[in-house]
C-alpha cells in the first residue's frame, strides 16, 4: 500500500520540463536491463526518461488512477490483458521483449538444503514468492504450485512480496530458505544466489515481458521510438547482457510443452488456504 501512496504522488507531481520527456511504468523483472536501456536513449536523443519500478499490478492500477505513463512494461502478458479489459492500453501497440522462466532461487551454498519442488512442502522451510495478485511471478508460482498438485506450499510461504526485487531480497537476506521467482533472477547477484530449476515437463506456462503504449501516451510517436530502439539490436543485447532469454526457440530448452503467455487464473484453493493459514 505504502508503495503505491508514493507512485501516486510522485505520478501526480511528475513535471514534464521543457525538453521531450517519457514516463516508462516498468515491472521490476526489467529494472537492470531498463536502466541502462533508457540511460543509453536518454544520452543519445537528448530526451528525459522518468523510470518508475514495482509490481505489474500495482503500476497497471496506477496508469488507470492517474492517468499518465507513457510506455507500461509489466513481467507477464497477464496485465495487459487486464489492461485492454480497462480500455486503457493503446490498441496494436503491444510487442514480446524477452521471455521467463520460473524456478527456485536460494542463497549461495543451498543452507536450506532444497534439492527440488518437494523440498518446499517440508514444514520446517520458509518459502517467498511475489505477491500473485499484484506481481506476475506470484501469480505464476502459483500456477504452477496448483498444477502440480503442491498448493500444500503455500502455507510455508511465509512473505508475499511487493515486486521481483523484493522477492530477490528475501533471500539475500536470507529471511526465507527458498523464493519462486523468475531464473534471470539469479544472474542479478550471481555471488550470492544459486538457482534450482524445475523439472521441464512440469513448467505450464513461460511468461515473457511485454511491452505497450497506454492510451495517455504523451506523444505516441515518441513512445513508439522508444520501443523500437528497446527491440533494436542494442536493447536486445543489454537484456541477454542480463541473463534474459531474447527468442522463444531458447525459451522452449527449459519447457518444450508450456503454454507460452495468455492469462493465468488464482484458485479458488489460494484463497481458502491463505484463510486457514491466518
Not at 42 to 69: A, F, H, M, P, W
Not at 75 to 80: A, E, Q
Request: aromatic share 8%; with cysteine; glycine share 8%.
Amino acid at each position: 500500500m505504502r508503495i503505491g501512496i508514493i507512485i501516486f504522488i510522485f505520478l501526480l507531481f511528475i513535471s514534464c520540463g521543457e525538453k521531450p520527456s517519457l514516463l516508462i511504468m516498468c515491472g521490476s523483472a526489467s529494472q537492470l536491463p531498463m536502466t541502462k536501456i533508457a540511460g543509453l536513449y536518454s544520452q543519445r536523443k537528448n530526451i528525459k526518461v522518468d523510470l518508475i519500478y514495482g509490481g505489474s499490478g500495482t503500476l497497471l492500477s496506477q496508469i488507470s488512477l492517474t492517468r499518465k505513463g507513457d510506455i507500461y512494461l509489466p513481467g507477464s502478458p497477464d496485465y495487459i490483458v487486464k489492461g485492454v479489459k480497462q480500455k486503457i492500453i493503446l490498441k496494436g501497440s503491444v510487442r514480446k521483449v524477452a521471455y521467463l522462466i520460473p524456478g527456485i532461487i536460494v542463497p549461495k551454498g543451498n543452507p536450506g538444503h532444497i534439492r527440488n519442488i518437494f523440498d518446499l512442502t517440508n514444514k520446517d522451510k520458509k518459502i517467498g514468492t511475489g505477491n500473485p495478485e499484484t506481481v506476475a511471478l506470484g501469480l505464476y508460482a502459483v500456477e504452477f504450485l496448483e498444477r502440480n498438485d503442491l498448493l500444500k506450499v503455500i502455507p510455508n510461504i511465509t512473505v508475499f512480496a511487493a515486486s521481483c526485487s523484493q522477492t530477490l531480497n528475501l533471500v539475500l537476506m536470507k529471511k526465507v530458505d527458498a523464493v519462486l521467482a523468475w531464473r534471470v533472477c539469479a544472474r542479478w547477484n550471481k555471488d550470492r544466489l544459486q538457482y534450482i530449476p524445475l523439472p521441464p515437463h512440469r513448467i505450464p506456462r513461460i511468461s515473457y515481458i511485454p511491452v505497450c503504449i497506454p492510451v495517455y501516451a504523451r506523444d505516441e510517436s515518441l513512445s513508439r521510438d522508444f520501443i523500437e530502439f528497446l527491440l533494436s539490436e542494442t536493447g536486445k543485447n543489454i537484456y541477454r547482457e542480463y541473463g534474459y532469454i531474447i527468442s522463444l526457440s531458447e525459451a522452449r530448452e527449459y519447457a518444450p510443452r508450456a503454454k507460452i503467455g495468455g492469462e493465468c487464473q488464482l484458485p479458488a484453493q489460494y484463497y481458502q488456504l491463505l484463510k486457514n493459514e491466518k
